[in-house]
């Protein structure tokens, strides 16, 4: 007798359900920022979390600093999201709205199912009290409140407070890779062995090159 060989569809069907099994596991990464969409450190950290999973940016359109957890009057800021672009980001979107809204809008699956949310980078360190006012701690902290983790990352701005110099002149020269890599390393142990609540991580990184970094 002769037996039938497999059509090439049937052939390629164990590849197939093996790729479409590996999308719909892929861990999705929200990133967010309170400096506002057009901010540098929030590109460099966006392109950089792509090595972990798929990344969808939504961030406010302007600057939210000192935002904390707060979302706002909804009734009065009748938020709304629309598409912009950012360089090797597949999908961004801009709320009218702070950090914390715009995770608590994703939260609610606006914007499709997320895994994890990555908030920075924020020129400035948050640390001590700090944390209580800081938008960038501030959309981790909703992420955790809506079952989520989430990272927070901040740089340090050298010479800070120096007489006559403006924010943007101090941020020219900030290694914004640095933190970043330095975030990945953290996004990648939690996307690797996810822990079994959500937690909020809140990272600090020097203004410095990775390979001068110690400890």
């Known amino acids: 007798g002769t037996s039938a060989r497999p059509s090439r569809s049937a052939r390629n069907e164990p590849v197939r359900s093996e790729l479409v ?43 939210h600093s000192g935002a904390g957890a707060g979302v706002g009057p909804l009734h009065l800021i009748q938020p709304k999201a629309r598409l912009t672009k950012i360089d090797g980001v597949e999908e961004a979107w801009c709320m009218n709205g702070s950090p914390a809204l715009c995770t608590m809008f994703a939260r609610f699956g606006v914007f499709g199912p997320v895994d994890l949310v990555v908030s920075g ?55 914004w890779q640095t933190a970043a890599d330095v975030a990945a390393v953290v996004v990648g142990e939690l996307v690797a062995d996810p822990p079994a609540e959500p937690v909020v991580v809140n990272i600090n990184v020097p203004n410095l090159a990775l390979d001068e970094i110690r400890g």
């Open 21 to 63: 099994a590996r999308r719909t596991h892929m861990t999705r990464i929200l990133v967010t920022n309170d400096d506002g969409i057009a901010s540098t450190g929030l590109h460099v950290l966006a392109r950089t979390m792509r090595q972990h999973g798929d990344v969808i940016v939504v961030a406010p359109e302007v600057e």
């Open 121 to 175: 980078i924020n020129p400035g360190a948050n640390v001590g009290r700090a944390v209580y006012h800081s938008g960038t701690v501030g959309a981790a902290l909703t992420a955790r409140n809506g079952s989520v983790s989430g990272v927070a990352v901040s740089q340090a701005v050298a010479g800070f407070g120096i007489e006559g110099q403006g924010w943007d002149d101090m941020i020219l020269d900030q290694r």
